[in-house]
């Protein structure tokens, strides 16, 4: 069997391709048959004098989606879907679909998610999903090219590895259980172990939020590196995001330009990234006229403010401690600030990237820990990292969907995940 996305290689002979139809026009006495076999498009023409009776019956009464295998000469037609065309001998039935519910037409996104199993075939849905598989990959390129090692971090857990705030709860043999909502405090004790490390896995928020920005099933990597500061941290934070864009811009060029996605603010983001600290952000919102409040954590709309000051994203670094979670180093400087840094993408994105200087003082970091009001017990492993070896440290966790949702120019993140978890929705 050959695939679609192979034709080239085959002009002038005669193959057999297998998929599902997506659209049927029969024009007398010839039909085309547009098949997609998931690695592209083809279109086959059927001739009703060159088949036998069967196979003009069954190639014209074919049903959207059915499954089929079809059989024909293959040559270049720049104006067939897929650049190719097939003059078809024979068109086999492997299973007739039943009335499809997805038509050629407007569907409210309610519906659409009700079908997100088939949905996920639609034209715009594969091409986002292929940019997330892409990008996956790019971000384990990179981190291997880089010695990073992988380490897979529990998603059951009995901490907290965020705030309180956002936590599903579980039943685990007579004791709670926590989904994971980071795998951060674990992927830091295996800093001592090699170093640089990373873990990239779903993460569980029971975020209430119904916004284009929050699920609450999302996919985050983390990586984590000994002996980097909070600069460090924010140079390899602008390296990796331009790695990724421009393995998105390389690779994706298809799928990019079926979502209708401008290419060129993607163009810009090669480091440096503009920086900006979280008390000049304010005192400028301030100063053109948005009112904000030093010490609050800055919030959506603010963040769409600031990145509009810049055309590519930018880090808004050392938040005051109180907006920021119980891990952060204190910054010496300032010690209402933790070195810490958000990375807001550019055209109203918002935040992709969380990242810090983690508190690598024992006192410090309990203290911050009891402040939190966090049950003690449930960290004295983490605090034992700051016992047997403490050494300053620093990690990031970027959004695989909002980084997703921003290189494919799509408006709500829950396209760019194939199956999205979100207040109101746990099936299919
Ligand atoms: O800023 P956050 O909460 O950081 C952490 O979880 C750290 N433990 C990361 C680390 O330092 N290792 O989340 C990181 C990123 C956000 O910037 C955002 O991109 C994404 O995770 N994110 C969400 N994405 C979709 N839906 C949600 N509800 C999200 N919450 C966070
Ligand atoms: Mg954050």
Redesign the pocket.
């Known amino acids: 069997m050959v695939l679609v996305r192979s034709l080239n290689e085959h002009v002038g002979t005669t193959v057999t391709v297998s998929g599902w139809v997506e659209q049927l026009r029969v024009h007398g006495k010839v039909a085309f048959i547009v098949l997609r076999d998931g690695t592209g498009l083809v279109q086959g023409v059927l001739a009703k004098a060159e088949v036998s009776d069967e196979v003009w019956e069954l190639g014209t009464s074919l049903t959207q989606e059915s499954t089929i295998r079809f059989t024909g000469a293959v040559r270049e037609d720049a104006r067939a879907p897929g650049g190719h065309e097939m003059g078809l001998t024979d068109v086999a039935l492997v299973s007739r679909s039943g009335e499809y519910p997805i038509q050629p037409k407007e569907h409210g996104v309610e519906f659409l998610l009700d079908h997100r199993h088939l949905w996920l075939r639609s034209s715009l849905q594969r091409a986002g999903l292929r940019v997330r598989s892409e990008v996956q990959q790019a971000i384990h390129d990179f981190l291997y090219e880089r010695d990073f090692v992988r380490v897979d971090t529990p998603i059951l857990t009995g901490s907290i590895?965020?705030s309180a705030g956002t936590l599903f709860e579980t039943d685990y043999f007579g004791q709670k259980a926590f989904l994971a909502?980071?795998g951060?405090l674990y992927v830091e004790s295996a800093c001592p172990a090699f170093r640089k490390v990373y873990c990239f896995g779903p993460t569980f928020?029971a975020?209430k939020s119904k916004t284009r920005?929050?699920?609450t099933e999302?996919w985050?990597v983390?990586p984590e590196v000994a002996f980097a500061d909070s600069d460090d941290n924010m140079n390899l934070q602008e390296e990796f995001v331009s790695y990724i864009v421009a393995r998105a811009l390389e690779r994706c060029g298809e799928e990019l330009e079926i979502l209708e996605r401008d290419p060129a603010p993607l163009e810009l983001v090669v480091p440096p990234f503009p920086r900006i600290s979280y008390s000049e952000a304010v005192e400028r919102l301030n100063a053109e006229g948005h009112p904000f409040e030093w010490g609050n954590d800055l919030g959506a709309t603010d963040e769409t403010v600031i990145s509009g000051w810049f055309d590519r994203p930018v880090f808004i670094y050392n938040y005051p401690a109180k907006a920021k979670a119980f891990y952060m180093k204190e910054n010496p400087e300032d010690t209402r600030t933790v070195l810490c840094d958000d990375l807001i993408a550019p055209e109203g994105y918002g935040?992709?990237?969380?990242?810090?200087q983690r508190e690598d003082d024992h006192d410090r970091l309990l203290a911050r820990i009891e402040e939190e009001g966090l049950p003690r017990e449930a960290y004295d492993w983490y605090l034992d990292l700051r016992k047997f070896g403490s050494f300053p440290h620093s990690?990031?966790?970027?959004?695989l969907?909002?980084t997703v949702a921003w290189i494919t120019g799509r408006h709500h993140?829950r396209e760019l995940i194939p199956f999205p978890r979100m207040i109101n929705r746990l099936t299919p």
């Open positions: 590895g965020e909502q980071t951060q928020r975020e920005r929050h699920l999302f985050m983390e935040e992709i990237i969380g990242g810090s990690g990031f966790g970027l959004g969907e909002r993140i």
